[in-house]
């Protein structure tokens, strides 16, 4: 078994892209964290009806894009003709929605370090689990650095471990459960990511004590920045890529 790889969880990681400063999960997103100095950023992934690695936060393209309906239910050439920057505003009109290959070139072109948030469309956890890990390792086959997969679905980490061993696995939950030690082990993970509302110091530091690298999210106010960094926190991932400049 290859062994796994590390990721370099900078202090700041641009959520959906470019946070909320640019239509989440495009490429005009990621566009934004390059302008504001970012080295990292976060998107979610899902799989079209026909198996396509693409970016979407929903169950639904409703709210993020011009069109009406389930992802599950669209193939990737419907998914396609959708216009995912409008809703966001004029500027972004006709902003595609992305593969996750299109965002892979865009990354390592850039030099840009890509969380991918396995977000499986429902009832569809162990597959996208393992087609998002398989097609990253291909994506990224080469590269200085690995793409970094997060998931809330324990089901889909798992699938995605069988499947890629070496790409790093973080898991992903709002509220830290009592047995997050025997989950880390088992998933073999990197690294933990909650909700910043959540975590206390002391859980902070026992995370950190015990060997992992620890994500918050979605934090926006500096001030709650500063305090989460003071108790040992690796990286935060922000909405306001204005408000929270990435240093170095
Ligand atoms: O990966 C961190 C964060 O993106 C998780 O929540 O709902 O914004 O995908 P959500
Ligand atoms: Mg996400």
Redesign the pocket.
Known sequence: QQSKQAWPYPEFVA??GGGTLAPENTVAGFREGIRYGYRAA?C?VKLSADNVCFLL?DDTVDRTSNGKGAARAKTMAELSQLDAGGWKGAAFAGEALPTLANVAAYCRAQSMLL?I?I?PCPGRFEETGRLVAQEAARLWAGASAPPLL?SFEIDALRAAQAAEPALPRAF?CEEIPADWRAILAELDCVAL?CDHKTLTEALARDIKAAGYQLLC??VNDPADARRLLAWGVDSL?TDRLDLLPARG
Request: charged share 35%; hydrophobic share 5%.
């Open positions: 959520h959906r976060e979610d936060h969380n948030e977000k997060s992903l990511h999210y979605t991932c």
